[in-house]
């Protein structure tokens, strides 16, 4: 009988073995599908975050299993504070060494005593529950907690006041602290801004003094209103202008009176500004304009000699422009219309008293009432021939006119000279007559006045 030790027991043996050589080795391929599929799976795992894991592993994760460094990592923000970052809060509690504060964070934030001093400067009040802004002055602080500072947040609030007014066009307000040769210095919410002298008006630009010089009594302190025109927190630049906050103002206003405003009604103003076309007149907050044509039935030279900057007056409201928020106002059209009286004031053949005010070609133009002006047609101007009004009369004469035509619906008037001088009948039907026949050289009397309109 064979044993393990004898050599026929090794024969046996491996013989018996083969057969699971050749097993293994066939089974060899199937091994290594095994180990890419695990590779595989291996790889696609490294793109997966870590983040994204220990979601996956807090959402995976029974309720009764969830811990509460679990939670903070669902519920709190995962950013780093940074030292000199200003962030929200809200106030926890409030003790003698300091406050503790909720900033949404894995930890308290905390406000030492010596970090919010002006609170007591600016009597300001807090209560567990108000919101706050605090300024990061380290973000690891003793037991975890963050150090912050609502003292050195307070210029920054302001900052942040002035940007949110910024975006929003909206006007803010401050106190002027100076000013310098360029204009005033204004502090608004703890930041200190330039308004340009170009931007400062009403009160603040009557008292203001170059720089070097002691200021006005009332410019220090004057509290004025703005719109910004430039921020730059990097740069510590604010520039302010109260003409653009009184143009928005008035935009507003204006926007409201075209509204209201009826075409031919009367309203009451004041006379804000003249220039040479015409005069400004303040309606309660927007101006509408009075064309020089506008301020009187008679030529006007100047509007200065009809007005005066400041000065109330009663307007007719002529046109409105509600689209494109433009006012046309009147000042002569509150009286009548010269030319609708004329004929219960004149009659052809009455002799009246003219001036004379402007000199043509074709003869002499003469003013005989308030808006009322007549041609004295060359022919009519004296019995001999002449060559240009002026080798008769001159601007400025004060002459007796006769009235020879009267076209009322036409606002057109015929005067004569020559006649006065004759006095007789029949040197007017000759002059008449004359006129006519000079008439037909160089034009009728329509055509003339058309010439010079």
Not at 246 to 261: F, G
Not at 349 to 364: R, Y
């Amino acid at each position: 009988m064979a044993t393990a030790d004898t050599p026929d027991s090794q024969v046996d043996a491996t013989e018996e073995q083969a057969p699971v050589e050749s097993i293994t080795q066939k089974t060899e391929p199937i091994t290594d599908l095994s180990n890419t599929l695990t590779e595989e799976t291996d790889s696609s795992s490294d793109g997966v975050s870590k983040a994204d894991s220990a979601d996956v592993a807090v959402a995976t994760k029974p309720e009764s299993e969830l811990t509460m460094a679990d939670l903070l990592d669902e519920y709190l923000p995962t950013k780093v504070l940074r030292r000199g970052e200003i962030i929200d809060g809200r106030v926890m509690s409030l003790k003698p060494e300091g406050m503790l504060v909720d900033i949404r964070y894995k930890s308290e934030g905390f406000v030492p005593a010596k970090e919010m001093r002006s609170l007591d400067e600016t009597t300001e009040d807090l209560s567990v529950g108000d919101e706050i802004i605090a300024y990061v002055v380290n973000p690891e602080g003793n037991e975890g907690s963050s150090i912050l500072s609502i003292d050195r947040a307070r210029g920054e609030q302001g900052w942040r006041v002035l940007e949110k007014a910024m975006d929003n066009n909206e006007t803010c307000k401050g106190v002027i602290t100076g000013a310098n040769r360029g204009g005033a210095v204004v502090e608004s919410e703890g930041v200190q801004g330039f308004v340009p002298l170009s931007q400062l008006i009403g009160p603040a630009r009557e008292l203001y003094v170059p720089g070097g010089e002691p200021p006005k009594e009332g410019f220090v302190g004057m509290e004025v209103e703005f719109k910004i025109i430039e921020l730059n927190r990097r740069r510590n630049r604010a520039i302010f202008s109260e003409r653009a906050a009184l143009q928005a103002w008035k935009q507003i206003q204006k926007m409201r009176l075209v509204q209201e405003l009826t075409e031919g009604e009367t309203r009451k103003g004041r006379v804000a500004g003249i220039s040479n076309f015409g005069v400004f007149v303040d309606l309660g907050g927007a101006d509408g304009l009075i064309h020089i044509s506008e301020l009187s039935w008679e030529p006007v030279k100047s509007p200065e000699d009809i007005v005066t900057v400041g000065s109330e007056i009663d307007v007719y409201v002529l046109r409105v422009d509600r689209e494109n928020l433009k006012i046309a106002l009147s000042l002569r059209r509150l009286q009548p219309e010269p030319w609708d009286e004329i004929e219960s004031k004149f009659e052809v053949g009455q002799t009246v008293q003219g001036t004379v005010t402007k000199l043509a070609n074709f003869g002499a133009f003469a003013r005989i009432d308030s808006g009322i002006e007549g041609l004295i047609h060359i022919s009519e101007l004296a019995n001999e021939v002449i060559k240009h009004p002026r080798d008769v009369v001159n601007e400025g004469d004060n002459l007796q006119l006769k009235i020879i035509r009267i076209e009322p619906e036409r606002k057109r008037l015929g005067l004569s000279l020559k006649q006065t001088l004759d006095g007789s009948e029949e040197t007017v039907i000759a002059s008449d007559s004359e006129s006519t026949a000079d008439s037909g050289e160089i034009g009728d009397f329509e055509d003339i006045f058309e010439e010079n309109e």
